[in-house]
């Protein structure tokens, strides 16, 4: 099995790279990346698995990553400025979350189950509050509800994040992936570098633009505090999280769970942020379990 081309859709006013597999008769499932990342970093045997298991997956580039629309005639403020909160940011989560809902209705599709990683957690968040009838499940991986009180990074992760400048060849590129992420990344599981090399190289010829990682970043900095308005959410959710995350504590997944209704943790001894290949497995199954979830009560509803 293997992925379709890159295609694109007009989604609220921009253009939205996007890939699938499985049958588009399928249960739908929508990946949404995380901060600076594009689609490819959801794995293609990961999308494999879960299509082989009868999903119709999605998945795509964020605003401003990958082949979709980069808003280049916005401000790109420096990451300081964003955790500081001076000025407005060029866009906020919520759009991104409307790109989202905006994407599956130029597929044709009224409603999916959504996972999302990292910043696509916080985006994915934003898209069941604001458009809950597009949202069949939830699974929300390394993420937090936006408050200021948890999902903290250890100093050294928040420091170097706010030291990353522009590089200008793909071989800087690829180092400052493969450092990020050996710091990142999972203590409890070997460390890819091999892999890592390859999806930063993939990355980079793709699309490299640090300013709009920069405009993301100011997205992240600007979002408020979900946790009241996801008392309200009704569709299945689990959350998966490092319990050795050093970029999103885990205390941040955990206030998730607690504030959506029914919501289940799930943790994981020696993960970091990222998505170890000997997780994967476990990370399908528990995703087909809220799907199945969420295709009983949108049945029930029927």
Same mark, same amino acid.
């Given at each position: 099995m293997t992925t379709t081309p890159t295609k694109i859709a007009q989604a609220n006013g921009i253009e939205i790279a996007y890939g699938t597999f499985g049958a588009p008769t399928g249960t739908p499932v929508l990946l949404i990346m995380g901060l600076g990342a594009q689609m490819i970093a959801w794995p293609d045997a990961f999308c494999e698995e879960l299509a082989a298991r009868g999903d119709y997956v999605i998945r795509y580039d964020n605003r401003d990553v990958g082949e979709s629309t980069h808003l280049s005639d916005l401000p790109a403020p420096h990451p300081v400025d964003s955790l500081l909160r001076r000025g407005k940011p060029p866009y906020r989560l919520e759009d991104m979350a409307d790109d989202a809902a905006g994407l599956l209705g130029?597929? @044709?599709?009224?409603? =999916?189950h959504v996972v999302g990683a990292s910043m696509g957690g916080f985006i994915a968040q934003e898209l069941v509050i604001r458009h809950p009838a597009r949202v069949r499940s939830l699974t929300l991986i390394m993420t937090s509800t936006g408050s200021r009180r948890v999902g903290h990074p250890k100093l050294r992760v928040l420091a170097r994040m706010g030291r990353r400048r522009a590089v200008t060849d793909r071989a800087a590129a690829v180092?400052?992936?493969?450092?990020?992420?050996?710091?990142i990344g999972?203590? @409890?599981?070997?460390?890819?570098? =091999?892999?890592?090399?390859?999806? !930063?190289?993939?990355?980079?010829? #793709?699309?490299?633009?640090?300013?709009?990682? #920069? #405009?993301?970043?100011? !997205?992240? !900095?600007?979002?408020?505090d979900r946790s009241s308005s996801l008392a309200h959410v009704? =569709?299945?959710?689990?959350?998966?999280?490092?319990?050795?995350?050093?970029?999103?504590?885990?205390?941040?997944? #955990?206030?998730?769970?607690? !504030?959506?209704? @029914? =919501?289940?943790f799930v943790g994981y001894s020696g993960m970091g942020h990222d998505l170890p290949r000997a997780l994967w497995p476990s990370f399908a199954d528990e995703i087909s379990s809220v799907v199945a979830a969420g295709e009983a009560r949108l049945g029930a509803t029927r």
């Open positions: 130029a597929l @044709g599709v009224g409603s =999916a180092e400052s992936s493969v450092e990020t992420f050996r710091m999972s203590p @409890g599981f070997p460390y890819d570098e =091999a892999y890592m090399r390859d999806l !930063a190289g993939r990355g980079y010829d #793709r699309s490299y633009d640090f300013d709009g990682y #920069r #405009r993301q970043v100011a !997205a992240i !900095a600007a979002q408020a009704r =569709a299945p959710t689990v959350v998966l999280h490092g319990l050795a995350d050093p970029l999103v504590s885990e205390n941040g997944g #955990r206030a998730i769970a607690r !504030a959506i209704p @029914g =919501a289940r």
